[in-house]
């Protein structure tokens, strides 16, 4: 059996940016080779790493992994470190010089709206996408309604941590690059490394382990960090190894982004949801870097959740901050949709005055008249399809224990009692990453859902 990492002969860390927004003015690598180590700033990586990654969305901004001229997150990598063992990279660390210029940084939602501080210039904006959808009666069905009910929102910004870092060889040798790494996603993220690197696809040999270590979507995220690797190697001629420690994941991997946000419900007197309307601001961080904006769009099809409404308008603003970019995390683009929807219901419940799960109960999908093959399917609004299941019958499974629970309220008022019904996709092929792009300007029109 082979063990590819007995091949390295050096390890490397990289300089990470202190500040949420800087200009590097200078970059001084002398210490470390005065200290027999080997280092590459941001002119030697950009040698050898060119492009920038593809984003999903069409604007200029450029995202690169490691900060050119001026860093936009603490963490950002800008210098890359060679020794031959890792204690001894970090040491030669404390030898790179970088002079900063602090800038004004954009921390929040509200103070990227506000603009007077923009993270990406050439941008003219913090706003980096704006979507506007309809489907079915939405006007008939606000204007209509007897009872309509409002809700904001916040959902913080959240990261997750895996059993195991992230973890990189990298071997560039006669024109081929073979990388092994805990990655996610392998074939999704060779594009983006080879064309960073300006290397034909073909060159990459990417190798990831069955078992990956855990990932809840961020090992999609390690592509940046190939990348460096992949670029330390070319500039070396040597094998190199990288093991994230646990602060540098939590600073510099991804994150689910924060969110804020309006939901509004229309409903009849007697509890009949007839519309949703939503307005999100999704917080990227730095850079919109892929699959985001998709934490937008992957539950794109049931935001209906589990109820039989055929009216829905929803507004998405993408917003760019001098934060950790976010990317794949816990159930992408779910836990902020459901608490904001069920929430939201919760909002028409008490106005109502009724039972919050026998409005759900009302409210449930019952009819699967789509039939396809010899399966029947509810088909939402927005375009996606539920196989046909008995949803009241699993709703009522948790009702004597959600009774119970409000018995117990009753007796200890500092008891909590929540209840919350969705429908989680079971699949993704991240073609729902098209909807960020205005219908007109796709490639491919017809490869994700257009709206009518």
């Known amino acids: 059996m082979i063990y590819p990492h007995r091949q390295a002969r050096s390890t490397w860390r990289f300089t990470e940016a202190p500040y949420a927004h800087a200009r590097i003015l200078k970059v001084d690598l002398s210490g470390v080779f005065e200290h027999g180590g080997i280092a590459y700033g941001p002119s030697d990586l950009a040698k050898v790493i060119p492009n920038p990654f593809p984003l999903a969305v069409d604007v200029p901004i450029k995202y690169y992994p490691f900060a050119r001229d001026r860093a936009r997150f603490v963490g950002e990598p800008i210098a890359v470190v060679l020794a031959d063992d890792p204690y001894r990279a970090m040491d030669l660390l404390d030898y790179v010089q970088v002079d900063f210029e602090p800038l004004k940084p954009v921390l929040t939602l509200d103070d990227a709206l506000r603009g007077d501080v923009l993270v990406h210039e050439e941008l003219k904006s913090n706003v980096a996408m704006y979507r506007h959808m309809k489907f079915g009666p939405v006007d008939k069905a606000f204007s209509e309604a007897p009872v309509i009910v409002k809700r904001e929102f916040y959902y913080q910004k959240y990261n997750a941590m895996p059993l195991e870092t992230y973890g990189v060889l990298a071997h560039y040798v006669n024109g081929e690059l073979n990388v092994w790494a805990n990655v996610q996603g392998p074939m999704l993220i060779a594009y983006f490394i080879t064309r960073a690197l300006g290397l034909p696809t073909g060159s990459l040999r990417l190798f990831g382990p069955r078992d990956v270590g855990g990932s809840f979507g961020s090992k999609y995220m390690l592509y940046p960090y190939i990348t460096l690797a992949a670029a330390a190697s070319i500039l070396s001629g040597r094998p190199v190894k990288w093991i994230e420690g646990r602060t540098e994941h939590l600073i510099g991997s991804n994150s689910g982004g924060a969110r804020k946000g309006v939901v509004e419900v229309a409903a ?34 049931n935001m209906n959740g589990a109820y039989d409404v055929r009216a829905i308008e929803v507004e998405d603003y993408v917003i760019v901050t001098n934060k950790l970019p976010s990317g794949l995390n816990r159930s ?60 009241e019958r699993v709703v009522r499974a948790i009702e004597p224990e959600y009774r119970r629970w409000l018995e ?25 990453t098209d909807l960020a792009i205005e219908p007109s300007k796709r490639k491919y029109p017809h490869s994700a859902l257009v709206p009518t």
């Open 332 to 391: 992408y683009g779910g836990p902020p949709f459901y608490y904001m929807l069920e929430v939201a219901v919760n909002e028409l419940a008490r106005e109502l005055g009724v039972d919050p799960l026998e409005l759900r109960i009302k409210n449930l999908i019952r009819e699967f008249p789509k039939k396809i093959g010899d399966e029947y399917f509810y088909e939402t609004v927005t375009g996606g399809l539920y196989p046909r299941q008995d949803y």
């Open 408 to 432: 117990e309220r009753r007796k200890n008022p500092n008891i909590g009692v929540g209840i919350a019904v969705l429908v989680e996709p079971a699949g993704t092929n991240l073609g729902y």
């Open 268 to 301: 009849t007197r007697d509890g009949m949801i007839q519309g949703l309307r939503y307005r999100f601001y999704e917080d990227v961080g730095a850079y919109p870097r892929p699959p985001d904006p998709g934490v937008l769009f992957r539950v794109h099809g």
